[in-house]
């Protein structure tokens, strides 16, 4: 059974940084996209930045220049290193993989299977002022 783990978040004041990480753990296939997203209270989630397997990223304009996603296709980890950290980025942050096939296995082989969307169980981050 596929699970994200999320760890790294915590408190810090403004201008500090920290750094997210989420581990996928169960018989994976492949994993077309991972990244975070993040819902402030009374908020919607929104999208803080994806990366592809073959390392194509995606930014909320909000984070640019001062967040950066990394990942390790092998360990299937994705990482957010997140720098000059502002009160507004305080949120839950949740990894998300999206287009995650697993391998089915039967008396008659493994197989990938369809593909699915995972997310983990969130991290808060609170930024001080």
């Known amino acids: 059974q596929v699970q994200l783990v999320e760890s790294g978040g915590g408190l810090v004041q403004a201008g500090g940084s920290l750094r997210l990480s989420c581990a996928a753990s169960?018989?994976?296939?492949?994993?077309?996209?991972m990244g975070w997203y993040r819902q402030a209270p009374g908020k919607q989630r929104e999208l803080v930045a994806t990366?592809?397997?073959?390392?194509?990223?995606n930014y909320a304009d909000s984070v640019k220049g001062r967040f950066a996603i990394s990942r390790d296709n092998a360990k299937n980890t994705v990482l957010l290193q997140m720098n000059s950290l502002k009160p507004e980025d305080t949120a839950v942050y949740y990894c998300?993989?999206?287009?995650?096939?697993?391998?089915?296995?039967?008396?008659?082989?493994?197989?990938?299977?369809?593909?699915?969307?995972?997310w983990g169980q969130g991290t808060q981050v609170t930024v001080s002022s």
């Open positions: 169960g018989s994976i296939f492949m994993i077309n996209a």
């Open positions: 990366i592809t397997s073959g390392g194509s990223t």
């Open positions: 998300n993989a999206d287009g995650l096939r697993e391998f089915n296995c039967s008396a008659y082989g493994c197989y990938p299977s369809d593909e699915y969307d995972y």
